[in-house]
């Protein structure tokens, strides 16, 4: 879709840079939104953006560099500060959204620029993001569903130079041309212009081989140099450990030397003796080491012994003196073991003397206890307690029957209550039977209804399977209607598109005759351009060509011609397709006219519709007689259940009616009997709780009784066991009992120190039996502080000895690894001096160094024939347009004190007609506003022209120019727009800003920005 939608005008190639879609809001003097469909207006190659001064048409451009490069594109007024519109809403949010096309794919950027919303102190930072389209999302303007590249502003701008080529002032100089900046190409000096042309023509792979060639050169130097340097400062650092005087002469020798030759022979040999004399006094210091080290092994064994000394005496003076102590405490030990004695032997009487102590508290109890019931404790006998247990018995004997009574009283109560409800249902009862016999009438009545509504019924479902055969035909018709219907809407499409394919085969074979005759006149043409110098001619067989023709008048060629004939043969087979669908469809629509009789589609309709409904109501009158069947038999069987649930009823009344009178007679003979027995109480219950209270009374009465014989005797009983026990001990009486008796903390207490003095006089007579201090006699002598004196002296030796080792050994060692180092360094300095070939000079030539002939650099000799190149393309559009008065030629531009040519890439004019005289020289400078316009032109199309004939180069196919119309006289304007529509022919687009009206006229695709009384402007397209 894309090759055929923007390779229309020039089969041959793809356009490499276009644009597409522009969509903005809030931007420049546009509030509102507005949208620019490129495809659209590209189609012919060129078209105008008009409009008055001021109103916006320069905005547009602006639009498209800062959607591209988030910069504008810096015309005459034009600023980064003014892409926010002032014509919109502060809530509002502006943005530009731009779709093109390149080589590598569609793309789309939208970005936002930076804005204050309302209630916010701080600006909204500015947003950008860049999709992926595919032509398929393009198409429907599903723009969202592209893949997304990038997200930040950042990092779209640098994807989008990628993309295109060209950074934004690159942009500006070559494709959109803004106000003021149209003839910046051609006032560019040399310098500058090299930077564009080197990014245009892709030529920075020759500036690398150079710089590359340069710098391998200027390595190789710092190679040599830095392995001499390397080399020196290993000398040096070897030479830091020799004697001074031949330090300072043998390093006067390395630093002198400028090749590598210059320090063989007698300096290396000298170099070597240094490492021999340090390897002599390793081995000096080792021996010494060794002897210090036997002396220092014989001191420390001497200071372990008699620190060892030392210990064993302070231990058994230590074990001495706790034995003394020991012994000290030992009268104070045996009180404690006393007391813990007489504490065993109270403890064996305490418990008699805590049970006499009980059964006298329980024995006051029982005395509290009688009291309370007002008996004399002393009056107390064996015969009072019996006469007591008498009275006990009858009581609990009358219990028993009072609690006979109590439950034929409940039992009283509970019939009453039945007695009183079932009254209630026989009442019930009597109401329900007479309720059903009245609804039994009803539903008899209600049967009779519905046996004539089911025969009515019936009668009218009987007709249901006429009414299904008439629908039936009825749709078939409706059926047969609609396809008709159908095929009348498909015949007027198959004609339409016979007579449009019909134009298309006309206009195809038309294109087909039309190159067949240019194909013919460009044989001359097409056959110069396979002749050769000294080959003969295939027509005229001349070896000699003096005036061939030009490559340019080829106007077709024999692929164009065949090409041009499989589309008209496709156009051809496409129309006959048509016509066999035509055909086809007539003749449907011939068979099915007759068998409609001449019915319309609504008579038809109609016919349908009342079919329905007569299959509809006989459907539901089938319904409705099923229906009817049911409810009838429903009916018949709940008047049957009706009859039985009356004779149930009645039934149940007779038997409640009888129960009723029997539990009435036995009711009152109860209510009599528990009358008699009630004794003054309301109620045999009442009487039972006053008789429970005085038989718990009396039981209590008993037991108290009981207990205070039992607790005398227990009480008398303990008194004489204790006086006893006390008698055979050595106790006065009970109280000194209890005083001899320990807490049972303070017990655990004494036998823990009685233990705690027991074993330590057991581990202190332990220790002093051990040999290593048994053996001592108390008066040796450990002086420990003269043998660590010995130890450190000697240790000190050692330690000397290890470092002078030591040093002696990491100087060998340093001095070894210096050597080695110096020798690796010289032959690195030997290689590398070697190494060093062709480099240099092939640098000089690339760089124009004193070597070169030319003094011209590689990369600015490539430019300048491309430069040539664009000159000679631009001096065939200068001609037509100036009318043969002005050539373009190039200059070489010397950099003042330097002997290169450094650019060579200058400009200047030859008037052919300015002076009477002959051709002069003038500076593009000195061109009018007119002359600047039109040879600016020329050469920024000469440049995109010679860029697409390069191969590598970057394809500029779109053009914007905003300047210069208005300057330009009728017949200037004219050959200008000769040149334009020429270019647009040939397959580029072209888009001219301006509101000359003349220009109108001329270009039919216009973009018309229209001011609005506010201010503000709005846009119409004209495609």
Not at 444 to 468: D, F, K, N, P, W
Not at 590 to 610: F, K, N
Not at 690 to 705: D, G, I, P
């Given at each position: 879709?894309?090759?055929?939608?923007?390779?229309?005008?020039?089969?041959?190639?793809?356009?490499?840079?276009?644009?597409?879609?522009?969509?903005?809001?809030?931007?420049?003097?546009?509030?509102?939104?507005?949208?620019?469909?490129?495809?659209?207006?590209?189609?012919?190659?060129?078209?105008l953006l008009d409009g008055p001064t001021g109103s916006g048409?320069?905005?547009?451009?602006?639009?498209?560099?800062?959607?591209?490069?988030?910069?504008?594109?810096?015309?005459?007024?034009?600023?980064?500060?003014?892409?926010?519109?002032?014509?919109?809403?502060?809530?509002?949010?502006?943005?530009?959204?731009?779709?093109f096309s390149v080589e590598a794919g569609t793309f789309r950027i939208r970005r936002t620029p930076a804005w204050t919303k309302p209630g916010n102190k701080n600006p909204t930072a500015p947003t950008a993001t860049l999709w992926r389209l595919a032509e398929a999302s393009l198409e429907s303007g599903d723009l969202d569903a592209g893949e997304v590249l990038e997200t930040k502003p950042s990092g779209v701008t640098p994807a989008v130079t990628a993309l295109l080529g060209l950074n934004r002032q690159q942009f500006v100089q070559t494709i959109v041309l803004p106000q003021g900046k149209f003839a910046d190409f051609l006032r560019l000096n040399s310098k500058d212009r090299t930077r564009l042309l080197e990014q245009i023509f892709a030529t920075a792979t020759y500036r690398r081989v150079s710089d590359a060639l340069q710098e391998r050169a200027r390595a190789a130097e710092r190679t040599i140099a830095d392995t001499r340097e390397r080399f020196i400062s290993a000398s040096d650092d070897l030479l830091s450990t020799a004697a001074p005087e031949d330090a300072a002469t043998l390093g006067d020798t390395v630093r002198g030397a400028v090749l590598p030759r210059e320090v063989e022979g007698q300096l290396r040999a000298r170099f070597s003796e240094l490492v021999t004399n340090a390897e002599h006094d390793v081995s000096t210091a080792l021996r010494h080491k060794e002897a210090s080290d036997r002396a220092e092994q014989l001191a420390a064994d001497s200071l372990r012994e008699t620190e060892e000394l030392a210990k064993r005496l302070a231990r058994r003076s230590s074990a001495l003196e706790r034995r003394r102590i020991l012994l000290e405490r030992t009268p104070e030990i045996a009180t404690v073991r006393d007391a813990l004695d007489m504490d065993a032997k109270a403890g064996r009487l305490l418990p008699l003397v805590q049970a006499h102590a009980a059964a006298e508290t329980r024995l006051a109890d029982t005395h509290r206890r009688l009291n309370v019931l007002k008996i004399d404790p002393h009056s107390v006998s064996e015969g009072t307690l019996a006469d007591a247990r008498r009275e006990l018995v009858r009581l609990n004997e009358l219990s028993g029957m009072l609690a006979e009574l109590t439950q034929l009283e409940e039992q009283v109560a509970v019939t009453t209550t039945q007695q009183d409800a079932d009254r209630k249902a026989l009442r019930t009862l009597v109401q329900e039977h007479a309720q059903k016999e009245e609804e039994a009438a009803a539903a008899e009545r209600r049967r009779q209804v519905l046996l004539q509504e089911q025969e009515a019924a019936t009668s009218r479902a009987a007709h249901?399977?006429?009414?299904?055969?008439?629908?039936?035909?009825?749709?078939?018709?409706?059926?047969?209607?609609?396809?008709?219907?159908?095929?009348?809407?498909e015949l007027e499409e198959c004609e339409a598109h016979v007579v449009q394919l019909t134009q298309a085969f006309q206009d195809a074979r038309s294109h087909e005759e039309t190159l067949t005759d240019a194909w013919i006149a460009s044989t001359a043409p097409q056959l110069a351009v396979t002749l050769k110098d000294g080959v003969p001619c295939p027509v005229c067989g001349?070896?000699?060509?003096?005036?061939?023709?030009?490559?340019?008048?080829?106007?077709?060629?024999?692929?164009?011609?065949?090409?041009?004939?499989?589309?008209?043969?496709?156009?051809?087979?496409?129309?006959?397709?048509?016509?066999?669908?035509?055909?086809?469809?007539?003749?449907?629509?011939?068979?099915?006219?007759?068998?409609?009789?001449?019915?319309?589609?609504?008579?038809?309709?109609?016919?349908?519709?009342?079919?329905?409904?007569?299959?509809?109501?006989?459907?539901?009158?089938?319904?409705?007689?099923?229906?009817?069947?049911?409810?009838?038999?429903?009916?018949?069987?709940?008047?049957?259940?009706?009859?039985?649930?009356?004779?149930?009823?009645?039934s149940q009344t007779a038997a409640l009616d009888s129960a009723i009178r029997e539990r009435g007679e036995r009711l009152a003979a109860d209510q009599e009997r528990l009358s008699a027995q009630r004794e003054g109480y309301s109620s045999i219950t009442e009487r039972r709780a006053a008789h429970a209270e005085q038989l718990c009374r009396q039981q209590e009465t008993v037991e108290a009784l009981a207990d205070l014989l039992h607790q005398g005797a227990q009480a008398a009983e303990s008194k004489q066991e204790l006086a006893a026990a006390i008698d055979e001990s050595e106790f006065a009486d009970a109280s000194a009992v209890r005083a001899a008796v320990l807490p049972a903390q303070d017990a655990e207490a004494a036998r823990v120190q009685v233990q705690e003095h027991r074993d330590a006089l057991r581990d202190v007579e332990r220790d002093l039996a051990q040999p290593e201090l048994a053996t001592l006699r108390g008066d040796e002598q450990a002086n420990v502080s003269e043998a660590q004196a010995a130890y450190e002296a000697a240790h000190a030796d050692a330690n000397e000895a290890r470092d002078r080792a030591a040093e002696a050994t990491s100087h060998h060692k340093q001095i070894a690894a210096q050597f080695s180092r110096v020798e690796t360094r010289y032959r690195a300095w030997q290689e590398a001096y070697h190494a060093a070939g062709a480099s240099v000079r092939l640098a000089e030539l690339a760089k124009a160094g004193p070597a070169s002939v030319t003094h011209v650099p590689l990369p600015t000799y490539v430019l300048q024939r491309?430069?040539?190149?664009?000159?000679?393309?631009?001096?065939?559009?200068?001609?037509?347009?100036?009318?043969?008065r002005y050539e373009l030629v190039r200059t070489d531009e010397k950099e003042k004190g330097s002997r290169q040519i450094q650019m060579g890439l200058g400009l200047l004019v030859i008037d052919h007609l300015g002076d009477p005289a002959g051709d002069t020289l003038r500076s593009t400078r000195s061109l009018s506003g007119g002359e600047t316009f039109y040879v600016s032109l020329a050469l920024a199309l000469a440049l995109a022209g010679v860029v697409q004939e390069e191969n590598g180069g970057i394809q500029l196919d779109t053009l914007m120019i905003d300047e210069g119309f208005g300057s330009l006289d009728a017949d200037v304007l004219d050959q200008v727009m000769q040149c334009l529509t020429s270019l647009a022919n040939g397959g580029r687009t072209v888009a001219v800003v301006s509101h000359v009206e003349e220009l109108r006229k001329i270009i039919a695709e216009q973009i018309i920005v229209i001011p609005q009384p506010d201010g503000s402007s709005t846009l119409e397209v004209q495609a």
């Amino acid at each position: 879709m894309y090759g055929r939608k923007f390779c229309a005008r020039n089969p041959g190639r793809c356009l490499l840079m276009q644009l597409r879609r522009l969509s903005l809001r809030g931007i420049g003097p546009f509030g509102g939104s507005v949208s620019i469909d490129f495809d659209r207006l590209s189609v012919g190659g060129l078209y105008l953006l008009d409009g008055p001064t001021g109103s916006g048409k320069s905005t547009i451009i602006d639009a498209i560099t800062w959607a591209l490069y988030g910069g504008v594109a810096g015309g005459e007024d034009s600023t980064d500060e003014r892409v926010r519109s002032t014509h919109v809403s502060a809530e509002v949010e502006s943005f530009v959204d731009l779709v093109f096309s390149v080589e590598a794919g569609t793309f789309r950027i939208r970005r936002t620029p930076a804005w204050t919303k309302p209630g916010n102190k701080n600006p909204t930072a500015p947003t950008a993001t860049l999709w992926r389209l595919a032509e398929a999302s393009l198409e429907s303007g599903d723009l969202d569903a592209g893949e997304v590249l990038e997200t930040k502003p950042s990092g779209v701008t640098p994807a989008v130079t990628a993309l295109l080529g060209l950074n934004r002032q690159q942009f500006v100089q070559t494709i959109v041309l803004p106000q003021g900046k149209f003839a910046d190409f051609l006032r560019l000096n040399s310098k500058d212009r090299t930077r564009l042309l080197e990014q245009i023509f892709a030529t920075a792979t020759y500036r690398r081989v150079s710089d590359a060639l340069q710098e391998r050169a200027r390595a190789a130097e710092r190679t040599i140099a830095d392995t001499r340097e390397r080399f020196i400062s290993a000398s040096d650092d070897l030479l830091s450990t020799a004697a001074p005087e031949d330090a300072a002469t043998l390093g006067d020798t390395v630093r002198g030397a400028v090749l590598p030759r210059e320090v063989e022979g007698q300096l290396r040999a000298r170099f070597s003796e240094l490492v021999t004399n340090a390897e002599h006094d390793v081995s000096t210091a080792l021996r010494h080491k060794e002897a210090s080290d036997r002396a220092e092994q014989l001191a420390a064994d001497s200071l372990r012994e008699t620190e060892e000394l030392a210990k064993r005496l302070a231990r058994r003076s230590s074990a001495l003196e706790r034995r003394r102590i020991l012994l000290e405490r030992t009268p104070e030990i045996a009180t404690v073991r006393d007391a813990l004695d007489m504490d065993a032997k109270a403890g064996r009487l305490l418990p008699l003397v805590q049970a006499h102590a009980a059964a006298e508290t329980r024995l006051a109890d029982t005395h509290r206890r009688l009291n309370v019931l007002k008996i004399d404790p002393h009056s107390v006998s064996e015969g009072t307690l019996a006469d007591a247990r008498r009275e006990l018995v009858r009581l609990n004997e009358l219990s028993g029957m009072l609690a006979e009574l109590t439950q034929l009283e409940e039992q009283v109560a509970v019939t009453t209550t039945q007695q009183d409800a079932d009254r209630k249902a026989l009442r019930t009862l009597v109401q329900e039977h007479a309720q059903k016999e009245e609804e039994a009438a009803a539903a008899e009545r209600r049967r009779q209804v519905l046996l004539q509504e089911q025969e009515a019924a019936t009668s009218r479902a009987a007709h249901l399977a006429g009414a299904q055969r008439d629908l039936e035909a009825a749709q078939q018709l409706g059926e047969q209607a609609r396809k008709l219907r159908g095929l009348h809407s498909e015949l007027e499409e198959c004609e339409a598109h016979v007579v449009q394919l019909t134009q298309a085969f006309q206009d195809a074979r038309s294109h087909e005759e039309t190159l067949t005759d240019a194909w013919i006149a460009s044989t001359a043409p097409q056959l110069a351009v396979t002749l050769k110098d000294g080959v003969p001619c295939p027509v005229c067989g001349s070896c000699e060509h003096p005036a061939p023709a030009p490559a340019s008048a080829v106007l077709a060629s024999r692929e164009d011609v065949d090409r041009a004939a499989r589309l008209r043969e496709a156009a051809r087979h496409d129309l006959s397709d048509a016509r066999e669908r035509l055909a086809g469809v007539r003749t449907q629509v011939d068979e099915l006219t007759p068998v409609l009789s001449g019915l319309s589609t609504d008579q038809v309709e109609e016919g349908i519709a009342r079919a329905e409904a007569e299959v509809a109501a006989a459907t539901r009158a089938v319904s409705k007689a099923q229906a009817l069947r049911i409810e009838i038999a429903e009916l018949s069987t709940t008047a049957q259940r009706r009859t039985e649930e009356l004779q149930a009823l009645a039934s149940q009344t007779a038997a409640l009616d009888s129960a009723i009178r029997e539990r009435g007679e036995r009711l009152a003979a109860d209510q009599e009997r528990l009358s008699a027995q009630r004794e003054g109480y309301s109620s045999i219950t009442e009487r039972r709780a006053a008789h429970a209270e005085q038989l718990c009374r009396q039981q209590e009465t008993v037991e108290a009784l009981a207990d205070l014989l039992h607790q005398g005797a227990q009480a008398a009983e303990s008194k004489q066991e204790l006086a006893a026990a006390i008698d055979e001990s050595e106790f006065a009486d009970a109280s000194a009992v209890r005083a001899a008796v320990l807490p049972a903390q303070d017990a655990e207490a004494a036998r823990v120190q009685v233990q705690e003095h027991r074993d330590a006089l057991r581990d202190v007579e332990r220790d002093l039996a051990q040999p290593e201090l048994a053996t001592l006699r108390g008066d040796e002598q450990a002086n420990v502080s003269e043998a660590q004196a010995a130890y450190e002296a000697a240790h000190a030796d050692a330690n000397e000895a290890r470092d002078r080792a030591a040093e002696a050994t990491s100087h060998h060692k340093q001095i070894a690894a210096q050597f080695s180092r110096v020798e690796t360094r010289y032959r690195a300095w030997q290689e590398a001096y070697h190494a060093a070939g062709a480099s240099v000079r092939l640098a000089e030539l690339a760089k124009a160094g004193p070597a070169s002939v030319t003094h011209v650099p590689l990369p600015t000799y490539v430019l300048q024939r491309r430069f040539e190149h664009v000159v000679e393309r631009a001096n065939e559009h200068l001609t037509g347009i100036s009318q043969g008065r002005y050539e373009l030629v190039r200059t070489d531009e010397k950099e003042k004190g330097s002997r290169q040519i450094q650019m060579g890439l200058g400009l200047l004019v030859i008037d052919h007609l300015g002076d009477p005289a002959g051709d002069t020289l003038r500076s593009t400078r000195s061109l009018s506003g007119g002359e600047t316009f039109y040879v600016s032109l020329a050469l920024a199309l000469a440049l995109a022209g010679v860029v697409q004939e390069e191969n590598g180069g970057i394809q500029l196919d779109t053009l914007m120019i905003d300047e210069g119309f208005g300057s330009l006289d009728a017949d200037v304007l004219d050959q200008v727009m000769q040149c334009l529509t020429s270019l647009a022919n040939g397959g580029r687009t072209v888009a001219v800003v301006s509101h000359v009206e003349e220009l109108r006229k001329i270009i039919a695709e216009q973009i018309i920005v229209i001011p609005q009384p506010d201010g503000s402007s709005t846009l119409e397209v004209q495609a």
